[in-house]
């Protein structure tokens, strides 16, 4: 595929870029990637989407193994991508750096906090790339810029060298422009087992009535062809606390571990902050521990209930997210809006430690909208073979 390597969208971080070459032969000889910049390269300092996160950080002593993989597996590294900064946000704007363009969508955000890697495959300059995904930072900007992406199942993925938010809901997800590289790519980097067929689909009610009428309107017929590969979609309640619930007992369990994660370095260095993002942090520092104490609780019941409903093979299905991407000129008032919508869709397989795959299904006002289709912890290749058939029933890039 053809490549603009001078970047016009502003995906890759400013300065050199961190070039390497993969092994000459392996699994994704010929494919181009790129990573985001909350992975370490050897000799070359992690930025992590802000200036005073780099001036107290030295070069990386090692690279990240996930990335070692890709290489070995004969795929070139062509640098680095933004993100948001510290990975803790979702609309992808970075003050320092620079947002992004949307090329899908010019006029409205890319999507965070993977807003880089999400940029550079939407506008073909690298195959696929490698983002992390807390809250949705891998299914939004996917969503948002019309490309695949996943969310593999917690702790599927190697994490070494790539900096925290929160630990026990990051993972290493990573985008592309067509179905099969997805799945190429997940050959390499995800664990043997959970091939199979999967089914049934499950519709999730909650999912699909929290998305505006014109996002449900649009995702119809895409169900209607996921239904064609798998059958008829069973509708079901699987959150009967409601979305907000959800959302809710995410945000408290997951500022607790981003507190405790990087509070320290906040803390010690009083760093400056682009809009939204020292008030997350301060949010977090005040996370009352009662809450994050009782959404921990509300957690593993979350979670015991979804691996017992999906254990058997069932596949989750419903919008990424409930709106496209928001314009560029949206308020404070209206991004954090949306982020609630959002996050109380993303929080299913969050909290519960789930595989996600989106796919670009559809438009809303001319900017896509995404189709999720989620499976049970360890299912993440049968789930991406999946994906791959429903792409192609959608006439999709396989």
């Not at 200036?51 to 597996?73: E, F, G, K, N, Y």
């Not at 079901?236 to 994660?261: C, D, K, N, T, Y």
């Not at 299905?317 to 314009?327: D, G, K």
Request: with cysteine; charged share 15%; net charge negative.
């Amino acid at each position: 595929m053809p490549r603009d390597l001078d970047d016009q969208v502003g995906a890759f971080i400013p300065g050199p870029r961190s070039e390497l070459a993969g092994a000459p032969e392996g699994p994704l000889t010929g494919l181009d990637f790129a990573v985001k910049d909350l992975f370490d390269l050897a000799g070359v300092t992690t930025g992590y989407g802000n200036p005073d996160w780099r001036r107290t950080h030295p070069p990386a002593a090692a690279t990240a193994p996930v990335i070692l993989s890709l290489l070995q597996a004969g795929a070139h590294l062509r640098g680095k991508t933004k993100t948001v900064e510290l990975a803790y946000g979702l609309t992808g704007e970075n003050v320092w750096y620079g947002t992004p363009v949307n090329p899908a969508a010019p006029d409205r955000f890319p999507g965070g906090s993977s807003c880089g890697s999400a940029a550079a495959v939407a506008a073909g300059l690298v195959n696929f790339a490698l983002g992390s995904d807390t809250g949705g930072s891998v299914r939004i900007p996917a969503s948002y810029c019309g490309i695949f992406g996943i969310r593999p199942s917690w702790g599927a993925v190697n994490l070494a060298g790539a900096c925290p938010l929160g630990p026990s809901f990051d993972t290493a997800g990573w985008f592309a422009s067509r179905a099969s590289v997805l799945r190429q790519v997940g050959d390499v980097l995800l664990p043997g087992g959970g091939e199979g067929p999967l089914g049934p689909l499950v519709k999730v009610q909650e999912a699909w009535v929290n998305a505006v009428p014109q996002t449900a309107a649009a995702l119809a017929e895409a169900l209607a062809k996921a239904e064609r590969v798998l059958g008829p979609a069973l509708s079901m309640q699987v959150a009967p606390e409601g979305l907000e619930q959800i959302f809710h007992h995410f945000r408290a369990a997951q500022a607790e571990e981003a507190w405790a994660s990087l509070g320290s370095w906040v803390e010690a260095t009083s760093p400056t902050f682009g809009p939204g993002v020292a008030e997350r942090f301060a949010a977090a520092k005040a996370t009352d521990p009662v809450l994050a104490a009782a959404a921990r609780g509300f957690r593993t019941m979350f979670q015991h209930r979804l691996r017992a409903m999906l254990a058997g093979g069932a596949v989750l299905i419903f919008p990424t997210s409930p709106v496209p991407a928001p314009l560029l000129d949206a308020g404070a008032e209206t991004q954090q809006a949306v982020r609630e919508r959002t996050m109380g869709v993303t929080a299913i397989a969050g909290l519960a430690g789930l595989c996600e795959v989106t796919l670009p299904a559809a438009r809303v006002d001319g900017a896509p909208v995404g189709l999720s289709l989620v499976a049970a912890p360890g299912r993440d290749r049968a789930l991406l073979a999946l994906a791959e058939r429903v792409a192609g029933e959608l006439q999709l890039a396989i």
